[in-house]
């Protein structure tokens, strides 16, 4: 088990940027995959990117490829997702997740079933 918060969310312009955190608790951490949901009201929660436990892999939604960057510290048990050149349609409440499996990621990562543990989330508000 890992426990998960998130920090870093806010209120930013369009084509601005934010990094989000995620600090987990447990030993293990460095021993799960880790991926970025977000939800927006009246939505289903949807994949955003995963990162393998080693941090050697990535994997990110077709909508956030090239702007977004997710990256992980395990000495510090976190992982981060910076988010460049923001757009009002990525308003939504972000949360993290952790994947017990020590594979490459890929398409499995955007299954919110492959996940045993999330945080709380936070919300990220890009005005136009």
């Known amino acids: 088990q890992v426990q998960l918060v998130e920090s870093g ?20 951490f460095s021993m799960y995959t880790m991926g970025w949901f977000r939800q927006a009201p009246g939505k289903e929660r949807e994949f955003v990117a ?13 909508s956030v490829k090239d702007r977004f960057t997710i990256s992980r510290d395990n000495a510090k048990k976190t992982v981060y997702l910076q988010m460049n050149s923001l757009k009002p349609e990525d308003t939504a409440a972000y949360y993290c997740a952790a994947a017990d499996r020590r594979q490459r990621v890929g398409y499995w990562t955007t299954a919110r ?11 990220v508000t890009v005005s136009s």
Do not use: E, H
């Open 9 to 28: 969310g806010g209120l930013v312009q369009a084509g601005g940027s934010l990094r989000l955190s995620c600090a987990a608790s447990g030993r293990t």
């Open 113 to 123: 079933t492959m996940y045993d543990n999330w945080g709380q989330g936070t919300q």
């Open 50 to 62: 995963a990162i393998s436990w080693s941090g050697d892999s990535t994997y990110y939604a077709d």
